[in-house]
């Protein structure tokens, strides 16, 4: 069992700053793919950025020079810095992580996890 908690998200005003954080924990072996998803009222669900465990990001074209995705692996986080907000940046913002939980070879399964969202408002 993986778990996730988000934290970050508030209310700013158009061309604000934002930073969420997403922190995994439980008995995890390894975290591949970690990635930050969006859905605003009345809305699908919306892949935002995600980053490999090398490094590796992508990002959709709304969001492509304003946000940076990061991640932490000695902690297990990962990060999305939100710069230049646009009113049409409101939405829940949810964390996901896959990868393979436990503590030895004969104990590991893939995992897939989600956070419980955190809301992010840009509105003056």
């Known amino acids: 069992q993986v778990q996730l908690v988000e934290s970050g998200g508030g209310l700013v005003q158009p061309g604000g700053s934002l930073r969420l954080s997403c922190a995994a924990s439980g008995r995890i072996f390894s975290i591949n793919a970690m990635g930050w998803y969006r859905q605003a009222p009345g809305k699908q669900r919306d892949v935002v950025a995600t980053i490999t465990s090398g490094g590796s990001t992508n990002y959709v074209d709304s969001v492509a020079g304003r946000f940076t995705i990061s991640r932490d692996n000695a902690k297990n986080t990962v990060y999305l810095q939100m710069n230049s907000l646009k009113p049409e940046d409101t939405a829940v913002y949810y964390c996901?992580?896959?990868?393979?939980?436990?503590?030895?070879?004969?104990?590991?399964?893939?995992?897939?996890?989600w956070g419980q969202g955190t809301q992010v408002t840009v509105s003056s």
């Open positions: 996901n992580a896959d990868g393979i939980t436990g503590s030895s070879w004969f104990s590991r399964n893939p995992f897939s996890s």
